[in-house]
């Protein structure tokens, strides 16, 4: 059986963590490298750090948020948003982070997944792949990006599976309909997506019971589960929902 790990998300903008509903109406949750050495001693496995304004405004992932983080933990930091070229994802691992997530860029140009993954090795790059129903989809999924803002037109299941194919090493599938709204993960699209592929699944947004987590690993088959705002704002601890698991079954690193 599959070993599940357990993922706090610092969404960052301005130098501090926040977290809203459907990527809006952001609140702060707190100083990052705060959090970041808290949920290392609660238990967590790994780390996420997302620049959610980077794309939208511009510019590149603030490499001294990534520094400041990294040097008060030791489990693994992925670090997302603003990453364009592997240049970009060249100065982040060299900043501190394990592995880089990629979304807008990756979606605009494919061969920087293989690329970036023939120079780093596939297990250091995460594919976020965010997306919103849509019938006229083959999967009922339709790619955005750009923050959750952008529609392009594609099939978000087929991009995931063209990203195994292209080197990448996990995949983050998020779905905007469910974000922040602590209703559970899209169990159909985190499905559909691990149905698709062979690679380590993050089951992402809208996590708000114990419940939700249990869920996203039996019936979404995720292999790592990402929360921010029930740990943010100290809903559950880290410890709490991998006790959680373990009484329902589920092996998780205690």
Known sequence: MKTVKIMPCLDMKNGRVVKGVHFVDLK?????????????????????????AATVENRKTRLEWVKEVSSVITIPLTVGGGINTTDDIELVLKAGAD??????????????????????GGGRIVIAVDARRNGAM??????????????????????AKRCQEL????????????DGT????????????SDAVTLPVIASGGAGTLEHFYEGVVRGGADILLAASVFHFRTFTVRQVKEYLKGKGVAVNL
């Open 182 to 193: 602590l209703k559970g993960y899209d169990l159909e699209f985190t499905k559909a997506i």
């Open 167 to 178: 080197g990448a090493g996990t995949i983050l599938p998020t779905s905007m309909d469910g």
């Open 28 to 52: 702060d949750a707190g100083d990052p490298v705060e959090n970041a050495a808290y949920y290392q001693k609660e238990g967590a496995d790994e780390l996420a750090m997302l620049d959610i």
């Open 138 to 159: 083959p999967s009922g999924f339709e790619l955005v990006v750009a923050g959750g803002t952008t529609p392009v037109g594609k099939d978000a299941v087929e991009w």
């Open 99 to 120: 592995k880089v997530s990629m979304n807008s860029a990756a979606v605009k140009d494919p061969t920087l997944v293989k690329e970036a993954a023939d120079r780093f």
